[in-house]
């Protein structure tokens, strides 16, 4: 584990949601903070570990249709999280080396490493924006620096929104997006939910809301739809991350749904 001297701006007496997911899966840039708290939630569900790299696995499949199946070349990855192998921009310009790629975060830990992020094809290219999800209009302004909004964009959220508690800031949020870019962009997200653990899944929700982190909220796999009301949904629909398009022939379901939807 890594327990260097932080940046500027970087509270290690506060565990934060990217330090402990980059513990689950095995990275380095996390404080006994954040292991603390991400062994008492593995504690209560070992399972966690698990849909941390299944969730991850779930964007590189994600990006990897949008790139090389559908023909996106330009895509806008909002709550990035910690670089850790296989970023968004090294599967999509794996394969189209010319794509371009804006990252968006707001957590300093981030903006640390965000020059790991910014590593490109000489086709391609890549940006990283320090902003909040809250602010949708600030995020379309500065991607406008690297992105064409004339030719399609993909959005990909993934387990950023359920840190969005209010419904109307949250279906508001992703429709400005949406209202922003051309017909054939694409929405890609996953949430938490409690579909498959019940409440042992609440009970890491209670954990994770009191330790100091931003809290978060689960949502139903019937709540997910609505973020793609109007948008044509790409098979297989809403399904548990490890359900879409998997690498094996049946795999386990976890407490994460998600789907991509593209604009007419």
Not at 3 to 30: C, E, F, M
Not at 44 to 59: G, I, K, Q, T, Y
Not at 150 to 169: N, S
Not at 240 to 263: F, I, L, M, N
Request: charged letters at 25%.
């Amino acid at each position: 584990m890594s327990d260097q001297r932080p940046g500027p701006g970087i509270d290690t007496s506060v565990p934060h949601v990217a330090r402990i997911w980059n513990y689950w899966l095995g990275g380095k840039d996390n404080y006994p903070v954040d292991r603390e708290v991400g062994d008492q939630i593995l504690g209560m569900l070992p399972d966690v570990a698990r849909l941390a790299r299944a969730s991850r696995l779930f964007l590189n499949r994600v990006v990897w249709h949008l790139a090389a199946e559908a023909g996106i070349r330009q895509f806008i990855d909002i709550g990035t999280g910690l670089p850790t192998v296989d970023n968004t921009h090294e599967v999509a310009q794996r394969a189209a080396p010319e794509s371009r790629i804006v990252y968006v975060d707001n957590d300093p830990s981030v903006l640390e490493h965000a020059k790991s992020l910014l590593t490109s094809t000489p086709e391609g290219s890549t940006a990283y924006i320090h902003a909040d999800v809250r602010d949708p209009d600030a995020i379309l302004e500065g991607a406008a620096e690297t992105l064409d909004f004339g030719r399609p964009i993909a959005f990909t959220l993934m387990g950023i929104l359920e840190f969005v508690t209010d419904d109307d800031q949250v279906y508001g949020i992703v429709r400005r997006l949406m209202d922003a870019v051309p017909s054939g962009s694409y929405f890609a997200m996953y949430d938490g939910t409690n579909v498959v653990h019940g409440e042992a899944s609440d009970r890491i929700v209670d954990v994770w809301n009191a330790s100091g982190n931003a809290s978060l909220v689960l949502r139903t796999p019937e709540e997910i739809g609505r973020f793609f009301d109007g948008l044509e949904l790409v098979e297989p629909g809403i399904v548990p991350v490890t359900h879409w398009r998997p690498d094996s022939a049946e795999p386990e379901a976890v407490d994460a749904y998600g789907a991509v939807g593209r604009k007419p």
